[in-house]
């Protein structure tokens, strides 16, 4: 099974994308944690590329596309972060042709964007456990103290209303056109991202089970 997730910032695919990868035995590659880790390396290119990120600018196709290279080899994969424009998407074509693993389905969710800006400028991340909480939706039991190793909460730079505006400004227009580049090729499933995130999953699978089997395998 060879998965894309799409959408907006903050319309649940990290959460969405680890749920599948567990469902069906599958790596979960994301590009936005493999990003972060690669910027804390004290170089030039690490250090502009964090500040690209912080403003929630996209990182240049052809970084993406030589870190993609690394880590696609293999089978078995639901990519969450990449794509996030429509020469991506045809590069990673061309790069899944030769390492002989075509992407069998594109999962789309949607999110208004009002509820996304809640979403993103809401989250606090512990430096230190990476544990994820929300001032709203799953608060601390102490105020900006990590529940699980005690850690000072911290937002994230990139998580801030600017940044965010930012970031679903370049979202409507450079990856949108993704979606309809996968209606086209008949590789695409949409869903709605509000409400219970286990109904979402739940719906997620069920869609992927009627369109590729029960084991995720093209019929």
Do not use: W
């Not at 990673?92 to 509820?115: F, R, S, T, Y």
């Amino acid at each position: 099974m060879r998965l894309i997730i799409l959408g907006a910032s903050g319309a649940g695919k990290g959460t969405q994308a680890q749920a599948i990868a567990s469902h069906f035995g599958v790596r979960h590659i994301s590009s936005g944690d493999f990003l972060r880790e690669e910027t804390k390396a004290d170089t030039a290119l690490c250090r502009a590329v964090k500040r690209l990120i912080d403003r929630g600018d996209l990182v240049p196709d052809e970084l993406m596309l030589s870190m993609m290279h690394e880590i696609l080899e293999g089978d078995n994969f639901i990519l969450d972060g990449f794509p996030r424009t429509f020469a991506q998407a045809l590069a990673l074509d061309e790069i899944c042709g030769k390492l002989g693993c075509q992407i069998d389905m594109a999962l789309n969710i949607h999110v208004p964007d009002d509820e996304v800006i809640q979403r993103i400028t809401g989250r606090k991340v512990c430096p230190d456990c990476k544990a994820m909480f929300h001032i709203i939706f799953y608060p601390p039991k102490q105020n900006f103290i990590c529940d699980h190793c005690g850690g000072r909460l911290e937002q994230r730079p990139d998580d801030t209303a600017s940044t965010v505006r930012n970031r679903l400004k370049i979202y409507h227009e450079r990856t949108l056109p993704i979606i309809d580049f996968y209606q086209r090729q008949n590789l695409l499933i949409s869903t709605g991202g509000v409400g219970d995130a286990d109904e979402i999953t739940g719906n997620l699978i069920r869609l992927l089970e009627e369109r590729l089997g029960k084991n995720g395998h093209c019929n």
